[in-house]
């Protein structure tokens, strides 16, 4: 085929055929499978109800076809592609419903959007569903922990290891002599061909107790869906390291406390209930009572700060918190879904307590906690590492 013919063909797969594509190219065998799975969910004509091309969209209500449709898509098309065209046809198709019948839940491709949906759908998921639901979640869960878990621990481990720091070491056997030489250079005598350190740096004696509080406080309004489960995987990784003490609370108009159930992510994302109203401000004061070292506290607002509840007195307590030496980090989103939607009001109402509030991605998420502990300047961080 020569480069012309190939550019065609591509346009025809872009514009979808007909008259008026312009194209004059027709499709055969694989291209015309491709053609046709891209119809399904693409073809669905413009606001007056139209379609383009003349060709027929849509899947139906049939979960077989819909089923079958799945099985087409990951064979002509790369797994992130799949994903794509899944969120894609849930949304434009109203396939929901379908997504609580186990056959579409064995063929579909697992990942954090389809994760969300699911526990939207847990409080009127049938029993014979359950099972391949939660089948798909810890898939998706365990991925993520792989891609993700090595990264946390080595962040805090060393955020906790340089914050332990000591100018004043207290055994030959703490002394961090490279940083010391480094620190020392200028003191260097040539002649003795040696340098003499003015100033010594070491480590602390290494704490086995607790050396951080974290609360992580997360939204769990519809909105927030790919957020709660991010912030559910790195929970269950901060819970796992002795010398952080973590909490994970979810709200809407009611808080429930999960910290129980960190050692298992999936069963903590069952224990949420994507949806409802949100009270920042309820959410806000709970997780202050579970402060208790509040100079060695971190505390993660993870929220489109939409508020429902008494917008005041959530800035109050936030204020307060900080006051008290609390370490206080507001995510308007935990994802890689882009720029998020925020209450723009609230959001610079705490940018101006020195709270900045900003999105995060998950792949950036350990480097801000070891930032946190460290007790960097937070929002210098954020403009260097995330979107406005």
């Known amino acids: 085929m020569s480069v012309a013919d190939e550019r065609m063909r591509r346009w025809r797969l872009v514009l979808g055929g007909g008259s008026a594509d312009g194209t004059g190219c027709g499709l ?33 209500a049939s979960a ?101 720091r000591t100018h004043r070491p207290k055994r030959v056997a703490d002394i961090d002599w490279d940083r010391t030489i480094r ?6 005598l040539p002649e003795r061909n040696t340098v003499v ?3 010594l740096v070491g480590y602390a004696r290494r704490q086995r107790s607790v050396q951080r509080e974290v609360v992580l406080c997360i939204d769990q309004s519809g909105s927030m869906a790919a957020s709660v489960v991010y912030s559910s995987v790195f929970g269950a990784v ?17 808080v429930v406390d999960l910290t129980d159930r960190l050692h298992d992510p999936v069963e903590l994302l069952f224990g949420t209930q ?17 402060i208790t070292r509040p100079a060695d506290s971190i ?43 925020y209450d723009h009001e609230n959001a610079a109402a705490l940018a101006a307590m020195g709270v900045p509030a900003f999105a995060c991605t998950p792949d950036a998420f350990p480097d801000l906690m070891a930032a946190a502990i460290e007790r960097r300047d937070i929002a210098r961080w954020a403009e260097r590492h995330t979107a406005p």
């Open 197 to 199: 350190p003015s100033r």
């Open 299 to 341: 505390f993660i607002l993870i929220s489109d700060l939409y508020e429902g509840g008494v917008r005041q007195e959530m800035l109050r307590r936030v204020a307060a918190m900080t006051q008290a030496g609390v370490q206080v980090i507001v995510l308007l989103a935990l994802s890689d879904e882009g720029a998020p939607f």
């Open 183 to 188: 620190a020392n250079l200028k003191n260097y």
């Open 28 to 60: 055969e065998g694989v291209d015309a499978q491709m053609d046709a799975a891209l119809a399904a969910v693409y073809d669905q004509g413009g606001p007056d109800g139209t379609r383009s091309g003349g060709r027929e969209g849509g899947l139906g």
């Open 64 to 164: 077989p076809r819909v089923a079958r449709w799945l099985g087409d898509i990951r064979t002509y098309f790369p797994s992130t592609v799949v994903q794509v065209m899944q969120k894609d046809a849930i949304e434009r198709l109203n396939l929901t419903r379908l997504l609580l019948e186990p056959e579409m839940l064995e063929a579909v491709e697992p990942d954090v959007h389809l994760v969300g949906t699911l526990l939207a759908l847990n409080k009127v998921m049938p029993d014979q569903a359950r099972e391949s639901a939660r089948a798909l979640v810890r898939k998706v869960v365990t991925e993520l922990e792989r891609r993700l878990a090595q990264k946390t621990r080595a962040a805090v481990t060393g955020a906790l290891d340089r914050s332990a």
């Open 274 to 290: 994507l949806g409802g109203g949100t009270d920042i401000n309820r959410a806000i004061a709970y997780g202050q009572g579970l």
């Open 238 to 254: 901060l819970a796992s390291m002795r010398s952080l003490k973590t909490s994970l609370v979810v709200f809407d108009t009611a």
